[in-house]
Each structure stands twice: as C-alpha cells, then as structure tokens.
C-alpha cells in the first residue's frame, strides 16, 4: 500500500454535513491532534491556522465553539476568535443563539457574542433550540421561552420534553400529561409515561408497566399490552414477548406482533426488513409483504438497492425484488452508502458487523473496488474512505494512497452538522 503521510497526526474524523438545514451533505473540516492540542483542517488537510484547542465543537452557522485554557470562545471557518473565550461553556450556534454557562448560571448570547439572554437559569435543554424555544429551570422547575427571552409558558413543570405539532409532555407530581403552547392541559397528568407525538395522532402511554396508545381525547386506541411502543411521524411500532409488529397512527394493526427481535423497526426508502421463522422480506407502510420472506438474511434498502442473502451468497434486489447484482459474495454485506457497499471475508453471517473480519468496497455495478483486506472500510468525502488497517485508522483515497493517519477516540467518524 503506497504511503504518503502528512506530518501532523490526526485523531476523530469529523467530517461535518447539515443534518437538519441543509438539502445535500457536504464536506466541510477535519479535526486533528491529540489531547489538549486540537486543531481545525480544511478538506486538504491543512489547517486553517496555527491556533491549537482543548474542544473543538460543531460548526454551524459559521462558526466553531472552541475550548482553551478551560474557557469557551467562538472562531469563524478562517480561525479568528469571533467571540472571546470567556463562558464555562457553549454549545453550537442554533437559529443565531448559542446556550452559554457563565459562573454557574445559562443564558442565550448572540453570533456577535451580545447576550438575548443574561445568564440567570439553573439550566437549560437543547431539545427545542431549533424551533426557537428554549427549556429553561429557574427556581428547581421548568418553563418555555423564546429565543428573545418571552416567556411562553412559566416555570412550573418538573420536566418538559420536545415540542411536537404544538404540544408538549410535561411532568407535575411524577405523573405526565399533555399540554398544548398555551399552558392549556390536553391530557390529564394521570400517566406514569407519555411518549412522542410525532404523528400529531396519537402517543403512547405506559400502565401497570405496559404501554398502550391513547388519541388526543385520552380514548384508548390500543390498550396497554405491549412491552414496547415506539412512535414515528406516520407509524407505530410494537413489541410484545419479544415479538414484533406495526400499527399505523391511529391504532389499526398493520402487521401482527409475530415478527422476531431482530426485526428493523424503521421503513428505509417505504420499505422495512422483516424476519420470521429465519427468513427474510420486506413490507411496506401499509403493511403489505411487497417482498416474500424467502432470504436467509437482509440489510435494509439505500440508494434503490437492499443486500441479500440466499444459498451462503450475498446479492443486491430492487424495491422489486429484483436481483440487481447476481448472488457472488461470501461473508457479510452491508447497504450502499455514496454509491459503494462494503464486503467482508466471513464465510457465514451472524448479522454483527463490527467484528475481526476483512472489509473491501463494490460499486453498484459489483465491481469490487477495494479488496477485502481492512479492517474496516467506509466512505469518506471527497472520493476518499476510512479505513482500519494494521491498528491505525487511516484516510485514504481511490488509489489506497495514504492521505492521514486517523486516531479513534471514543467520537464517531462522521457527524452531521451545519454546513453555512
């Protein structure tokens, strides 16, 4: 394998996207170092200057939230301190505010670094800063504001989850209930446990350690007997003695709970993996077996493609069941991430893939690209791949040239952030 090495050492790739403002990932920096001595790359390599960090947080809105000498302070893409290092803490910048911690107490400070909000707040929750709210506990309770600082709904909750289609579990006495933005109760605070109201439906409850699900008037859609309920913007998912199935928002049973443990929860391109009696298929959000349960193992649908097992040998079918790429690959198989999918050597499939085998990359066409021979391989930005070879973590692009050294440290290799 060519090497070319630069003379820094890197450790975590972050390679950052926008998750939640953005249409399309895009390649934005890399983070270098080790310890205390952290510094900021450009898609090069390089970095963007000589200043090193103790934190380097996420990019977003143009700026970095940055540690040094145990204090927070804000640089743009370029390096420059924007907003000097003086809070205890600070997270990235969300709809033009940062949360910030100075002597004990939170506040709301602005990307020029002007407070919104004087730091006054025993704490404060991220969990609806991209809605323009904020969660703030003042007095040992919790209320809802504004990111300038009007209050909407006063401190008087012992917690208060994520706002969803304009209401909000919250919690009186260790029991939840259901409120809408103007403080006005929906659901009486009866419920040991109130989940998600994603669907703008219906949300699940839990009596007697069992979980249910209950409409917007309290009416009982589905009576507390399942161990597990999940809530999703359009769908409802179920386990019961280990066994699973869904239910679509309003309650109706679309596929029974006698699906095994192992089963996907969550519908990838309108279609979800099932497995019973050790066979695989696909359903789709009507509930409808689309694709028979006839593979001996299968991944979940990416880039119009879904990988397969039948007779020891992997393949890729269509949303059809259409076999796309012939059944030739022994070992493990994963989905298509950025027009690649990655093979490992195994000569069986247990469904772990994060296990000793060697890993190489296939084009949609089932070309092999890179042998299987790391450790681990996925792909990177800019036509490059991560990969784990001979204990190192390395950046490496098509010609498997070495182009860093990469040092895993307990953070992922990628995260999505905000590109601007």
Same mark, same amino acid.
């Given at each position: 394998?060519?090497?070319?090495?630069?003379?820094?050492?890197?450790?975590?790739?972050? !390679?950052?996207?926008?998750?939640?403002?953005?249409?399309?990932?895009?390649? !934005?920096?890399?983070?270098?170092?080790?310890?205390?001595? &952290?510094?900021?790359?450009?898609?090069?390599?390089?970095p963007i200057s000589d200043e090193?960090?103790?934190?380097?947080?996420?990019?977003?809105?143009?700026?970095? #939230?940055?540690?040094?000498?145990?204090?927070?302070?804000?640089?743009?893409?370029?390096?420059? &301190?924007?907003? #000097?290092?003086?809070?205890?803490?600070?997270?990235?910048?969300?709809?033009?505010?940062?949360?910030?911690?100075?002597?004990?107490?939170?506040?709301?400070?602005?990307?020029?670094?002007?407070?919104?909000?004087?730091?006054?707040?025993?704490?404060?929750?991220?969990?609806?800063?991209?809605?323009?709210?904020?969660?703030?506990?003042?007095?040992?309770?919790?209320?809802?504001?504004?990111?300038?600082?009007?209050?909407?709904? @006063?401190?008087?909750?012992? @917690?208060?989850?994520?706002?969803?289609?304009?209401?909000?579990?919250?919690?009186?006495?260790?029991?939840?209930? &259901?409120?809408?933005?103007?403080?006005?109760?929906?659901?009486?605070?009866?419920?040991?446990?109130?989940? @998600?109201?994603?669907?703008?439906?219906?949300?699940?409850?839990?009596?007697?350690?069992?979980?249910?699900?209950?409409?917007?008037?309290?009416?009982?859609?589905?009576?507390?007997?399942?161990?597990?309920?999940? =809530?999703?913007?359009?769908?409802?998912?179920?386990?019961?003695?280990?066994?699973?199935?869904?239910?679509?928002?309003?309650?109706?049973?679309?596929?029974? =709970?006698?699906?095994?443990?192992?089963?996907?929860?969550?519908?990838?391109?309108?279609?979800?993996?099932?497995?019973?009696?050790?066979?695989?298929?696909?359903?789709?959000?009507?509930?409808?077996?689309?694709? #028979?349960?006839?593979?001996?193992?299968?991944?979940?649908?990416?880039?119009?493609?879904? #990988?397969?097992?039948?007779?020891?040998?992997?393949?890729?079918?269509?949303?059809?069941?259409?076999?796309?790429?012939?059944?030739?690959?022994?070992?493990?198989?994963?989905?298509?991430?950025?027009?690649?999918?990655?093979?490992?050597?195994?000569?069986?499939?247990?469904?772990?893939?994060?296990?000793?085998?060697?890993?190489?990359?296939?084009?949609?066409?089932?070309?092999?690209?890179?042998?299987?021979?790391y450790n681990s391989i996925k792909?990177?930005?800019?036509?490059?791949?991560?990969?784990?070879?001979?204990?190192?973590?390395?950046?490496?692009?098509?010609?498997?040239?070495?182009?860093?050294?990469?040092?895993?440290?307990?953070?992922?290799?990628?995260?999505?952030?905000?590109?601007?």
């Amino acid at each position: 394998m060519k090497i070319k090495l630069y003379t820094i050492t890197l450790f975590t790739l972050l !390679v950052f996207s926008n998750f939640a403002f953005a249409q399309k990932k895009e390649f !934005v920096y890399y983070i270098s170092g080790q310890d205390n001595k &952290l510094q900021i790359l450009n898609k090069t390599g390089q970095p963007i200057s000589d200043e090193t960090y103790s934190y380097v947080g996420n990019f977003s809105e143009g700026l970095f #939230p940055v540690k040094k000498n145990d204090k927070y302070g804000f640089i743009n893409k370029k390096g420059k &301190l924007v907003i #000097p290092y003086k809070y205890d803490f600070a997270n990235e910048m969300i709809k033009g505010v940062s949360i910030v911690k100075i002597d004990g107490k939170y506040g709301l400070i602005d990307k020029k670094g002007q407070y919104r909000i004087k730091p006054q707040f025993e704490d404060v929750n991220f969990n609806n800063l991209k809605k323009g709210i904020i969660t703030f506990k003042k007095d040992g309770l919790y209320g809802l504001m504004d990111i300038k600082g009007k209050i909407i709904i @006063s401190n008087r909750f012992e @917690s208060i989850g994520e706002i969803e289609n304009g209401y909000v579990v919250v919690k009186i006495g260790g029991k939840s209930g &259901l409120i809408d933005m103007k403080g006005k109760t929906v659901l009486p605070f009866q419920y040991s446990y109130l989940g @998600s109201f994603e669907n703008a439906h219906s949300l699940s409850f839990k009596k007697n350690s069992k979980m249910g699900l209950i409409d917007l008037k309290g009416n009982v859609l589905l009576k507390p007997e399942f161990d597990f309920i999940y =809530t999703s913007e359009d769908m409802v998912y179920l386990t019961k003695d280990t066994k699973n199935g869904i239910a679509d928002k309003y309650g109706n049973i679309l596929l029974p =709970t006698e699906y095994r443990e192992g089963f996907r929860r969550f519908y990838y391109e309108g279609l979800m993996v099932l497995e019973k009696d050790k066979k695989f298929g696909y359903a789709n959000k009507k509930g409808q077996i689309v694709i #028979p349960m006839i593979y001996d193992e299968a991944g979940n649908f990416s880039e119009g493609l879904a #990988p397969v097992l039948k007779e020891g040998k992997w393949g890729f079918i269509n949303a059809k069941g259409e076999t796309v790429i012939d059944f030739k690959f022994v070992g493990v198989m994963t989905s298509f991430q950025n027009g690649f999918a990655s093979f490992g050597k195994r000569g069986f499939s247990s469904g772990a893939y994060y296990t000793t085998d060697l890993w190489g990359l296939i084009d949609k066409k089932g070309n092999i690209v890179i042998q299987n021979k790391y450790n681990s391989i996925k792909v990177a930005y800019n036509g490059n791949f991560i990969v784990e070879y001979d204990s190192q973590k390395l950046l490496i692009n098509n010609k498997e040239e070495v182009i860093a050294i990469l040092k895993y440290e307990g953070q992922p290799d990628e995260m999505m952030m905000d590109s601007n």
